[in-house]
């Protein structure tokens, strides 16, 4: 099989916790930095959107995300323009879906958001810009392809 018909990757399993438990963890920063994976930062980021419009909850998402990260010793790791990018692709796939969509559908309908990697941000991102500080430090406005209109 080639790439564009091989079946796409299981995704790995939810945190049991529930939507508001998961985000609580974060915000105290109770939860495993090693069990914080993709999937679940995008659950989290979906929930914050749930609860609030898009720019008061890319505040408290990336409010937590960075003291969850600065508390476990891995500040640097925080990226602003990552972050930003994937709460907003996060927002738009769910105004695609009915109001009161589950994660669980927002997941089925949208497996590009949980791969993780450069795929997704590629189309709207340059790799350098990505990978620059000022990209890291703050969000920068894109620069990919879908912007170039390549």
């Known amino acids: 099989m080639d790439a564009e018909t091989s079946p796409p990757e299981p995704l790995p399993p939810l945190s049991p916790l529930s939507d508001d438990a998961l985000v609580a963890a974060l915000e105290a920063r109770r939860l495993d930095p090693a069990a914080f994976t993709h999937v679940e930062h995008?659950?989290?980021?979906?929930t914050y959107l749930r609860r609030a419009p898009l720019l008061v909850a890319l505040a408290r998402f990336t409010g937590a995300l960075r003291g969850f990260a600065a508390h476990h010793g891995v500040a640097g790791r925080y990226h602003a323009t990552i972050t930003a990018a994937y709460l907003i692709?996060?927002?738009?796939?769910?105004?695609?879906?009915?109001a009161d969509h589950s994660f669980a559908e927002l997941r089925a309908a949208n497996p590009e958001l949980f791969a993780g990697g450069a795929a997704l941000l590629g189309r709207y991102f340059r790799a350098e810009t990505l990978a620059g500080e000022a990209a890291r430090a703050a969000f920068v406005v894109p620069d990919g392809e879908l912007v170039e209109g390549t």
């Not at 995008?42 to 979906?46: D, F, G, M, Q």
């Open 42 to 46: 995008v659950r989290v980021a979906w």
């Open 89 to 98: 692709l996060i927002h738009e796939a769910a105004l695609r879906l009915p």
